[in-house]
């Protein structure tokens, strides 16, 4: 990509008279919510999404073609890079590209078009085009039964139709960054449709049944299928909604080669409104979780975008973890969400899960705080849950509580985490019998299956916690430095960076006591020695 892209990005935005993420992909949390806002209403949808593909590729001219119910490809938008209709002059474009994609079910890629097999197409020489992309619109594969018995959005082999877009000026050839955000946002663009189909359906039937139905499809086809797999860890987890679809959402979200996101979240209400909502926070937060790394910050920015959302006017509550599996810890921000239960079956221990932030959704520019990490250890299991669970009644109106979730996990100890989940869904069925629910229910489970012991060596702890020191993130630090000096005593560097990071928390005893043992094993270590008598005197004090 060209040094100029994002800068060209900016200028764009300002014609417009839109405000855009100098980022593309971070940009996509905000059409995500654009998308789902303009949904409702089905021209405002369609414009949407031609003019949000043209801001993002930076296109010369866009067209969205969608089958019709006669089963013919006809252009349903088109617009110019300043968000005018075209001209009946510039209503062309190249049907060798279209159909190639049509027929392979694949995009066409064409940064150069002069330079590719298309070059001697009839259209894309006479439009003097240079650059081209062309992206299917494809259509999950669980909702084709349904549309084909009631064409709410007409497709033929799968594909709805194709997002175009093209260039003119050799300024703008695009580049293969940008076709994966166009292929990005296309997927987002399908989800619109079909929304907005369903809501069309609704006005029209006055019968929410089977839109609701669909609707679910298109909430679950949003969800990944099955979970990560990540070593040292075993996962699983399982959502029901009351009705067709609802506002429970969770995830595992694989944040770098060492660190896995595990979330839940929970939307006010039920029915459509609560699943379009949690279909824009999971969008949001994915795109979000690939350009930021900072829980807190990610949190902060999904609030806003929930937060103005005119069309949500709901709050969420999310639990948002992430586990470093080098170190096996866990840090969290939770938004208002009923605390999950950790479980330590070594000492029979309920370490503490707190609130750091409010609901997202309620106040703009909200802040969330990061917890203290949390060490975790071999056959440690997180539970984490929405309050359709620990609410759900008996006959007698007693609630399931969560002192019978820690009595499922003591029972539990042994079993992997997909027997687990399947425990406390036979709990609950026990509890409050197997009629509907009265709100969503969801279950997802992490258990620590290797010891942090074995995922680092002695000497790499080191360095990480020396690395936490330079941060002057000491409490970290003393972490590591103390599992390295735990698995080997004899670790000098060990003992003696712990002391300092000791000093650092003006942990004077403990100080003295590391340092001592650096001089036991390297009495010619005079670093320990200048910081030991520093020590010893702040601790005389």
Known sequence: MDPDFFEEIERLTEEVGSEVSANPWASLAQVARELTSAALAPEKALAKIVETTIRLTRADRGFLMLYDDRGDLVVAMARNFKREALADEEFRLSMTVVNHTLETKSAVYLPNVKSSSF???????ELALLSVMCVPMHVPQ????????????????????????????????????????FQALADHATAALVISRLFQAHLREKDLTQSLELARKVQTGLLPIGVPRVPGLDLAG??????????????????SDSKLAVVVGDVAGHGLGSALVMATAR?????????????????????????NDAATKLFMTMFYGVIDTDRMTLQYVNAGHEAPILYRPSTEEFPAIKTTGMALGFFGDSRYQLSDPIRLEEGD?????????????????????????KTLLR????????????????????????????????????????????????????RSGLTALKMRDAKRAVEDLSRAASIDPTLDSAHFYL????????????????????????PEFTSAQKYLTYAKERLER
């Open 411 to 462: 029972e539990g100890r042994d079993d992997p985490a997909e027997d687990l989940v399947q425990l406390v869904r036979e709990a609950l069925v026990f509890h409050a019998g197997e009629g509907v629910a009265e709100d969503d229910i969801t279950i997802a489970v992490m258990k620590v299956t290797t010891s942090p012991t074995r995922s680092l060596k002695p000497l790499d702890l080191v």
């Open 499 to 522: 002391g300092l990071a000791c000093i650092e928390l003006s942990d004077w005893e403990r100080a003295v006591e590391e340092l001592t043992e650096t001089l036991r094993l390297s």
């Open 283 to 307: 969008g949001a937060l994915l795109s979000l979780v690939d350009a930021i790394s900072d829980p807190t910050e990610v949190m902060y920015r999904l609030n806003n975008v929930l937060r």
């Open 238 to 255: 399982w959502s029901q909604a009351c009705l067709a679809a609802g506002g429970d959402y969770y995830d595992f979200i694989p944040v």
């Open 119 to 125: 070059a001697a197409s009839e259209s894309v020489s």
């Open 381 to 405: 299991i997180l539970l984490l849950y929405t309050d359709g669970v620990s609410e759900a009644l008996d006959l007698k109106g007693e609630r399931f509580g969560r002192e019978r979730l």
């Open 142 to 181: 669980d909702l084709l039964g349904e549309l084909g018995q009631h064409p709410i959005l007409p497709t033929r082999n799968g594909i709805a139709g194709v997002l175009y877009v093209d260039s003119a000026d050799p300024a703008n050839l695009f580049s293969g960054q940008e076709l994966e955000v």
